[in-house]
């Protein structure tokens, strides 16, 4: 029996600092200082839609992988490379993460900073530690629910046994200066997490990325991440 079409319809967007995939933490929650404002639709535009909200501390965000949706007639693959591990090992699609799937369905967990109802789009949802790119549409927000939704003593799969890649920062005082105050720590802090693929490791390459409206270029060698220009 041939399944039934699904559609679904966006009931927000994101507007966060990033223009691109690239540079985008690898995992929600992981730079706490980002900040973003899911902007909701007009058909769901309503204060009462909201109501209690402010009662959580934290949210999750069911949205769409708009930048890296595959074509409708492309096969199925059953095994992604997943960049935790170097991006040359596969594993089950439905074992990780990956944009590459059936359904390009994303699920974020963030922090809830306020519910600003005197934004002109408002009632507009300002959350923290989002790894969403600029304009993602949301399909739904749902509360976190500590008491179910907390697993201290889960298995984290392969990502228990590969760790994370980070680095030290450096940021030229005066290139740091040309980057706003309030979104220099969320910057610091997002080139702290290595946005470079797992599998790519060359001291003499300048990778760049937009953030709040600059390009950041940077180089990366002996676990250094040196800012070169910010334009």
């Keep these: 029996m041939e399944s039934p079409e699904i559609i679904m319809r966006p009931v927000a967007h994101i507007h966060s600092d990033?223009?691109?995939?690239?540079?985008?933490?690898?995992?929600?929650?992981?730079?706490?200082?980002?900040?973003?404002?899911?902007?909701?639709?007009?058909?769901?535009?309503?204060?009462?839609?909201?109501?209690?909200?402010?009662?959580?501390?934290?949210?999750?965000?069911?949205?769409?992988?708009?930048?890296?949706?595959?074509?409708a007639d492309a096969p199925f693959s059953p095994t992604v490379r997943p960049p935790r591990l170097g991006g040359n090992v596969r594993v089950g699609v439905f074992a990780s993460r990956s944009?590459?799937?059936?359904?390009?369905?994303?699920?974020?967990?963030?922090e809830l900073e306020k519910v600003d109802y005197d934004d002109p789009e408002g009632p507009v949802l300002v959350v923290r530690g989002a790894d969403l790119m600029d304009g993602t549409p949301i399909l739904d927000v749902k509360p976190y629910v500590p008491y179910a939704d907390s697993r201290p003593d889960a298995s984290g799969g392969f990502t228990d046994r590969v760790a994370a890649r980070t680095v030290r920062c450096v940021f030229p005082p005066e290139l740091l200066e040309r980057?706003?105050?309030?979104?220099?720590?969320?910057?610091?802090?997002?080139?702290?997490?290595?946005?470079?693929?797992?599998?790519?490791d060359d001291p003499e390459r300048t990778y760049g990325f937009g953030f709040a409206g600059r390009e950041i270029?940077?180089?990366?060698?002996?676990?250094?991440?040196?800012?070169?220009?910010?334009?």
Aim: hydrophobic share 40%; net charge positive; charged share 20%.
């Design 18 to 71: 990033f223009a691109s995939k690239f540079g985008i933490p690898k995992q929600s929650g992981l730079v706490p200082s980002l900040t973003a404002r899911v902007v909701f639709e007009e058909a769901y535009r309503s204060a009462d839609a909201l109501r209690g909200i402010d009662g959580y501390s934290h949210l999750w965000l069911l949205w769409r992988f708009s930048a890296s949706v595959l074509p």
């Design 99 to 110: 944009p590459f799937r059936p359904n390009s369905i994303g699920l974020s967990c963030v």
């Design 179 to 200: 980057i706003p105050p309030d979104k220099r720590e969320a910057l610091v802090g997002v080139l702290e997490q290595d946005p470079r693929p797992s599998y790519q």
């Design 217 to 231: 270029r940077f180089r990366v060698a002996d676990g250094i991440l040196t800012v070169t220009d910010v334009r």
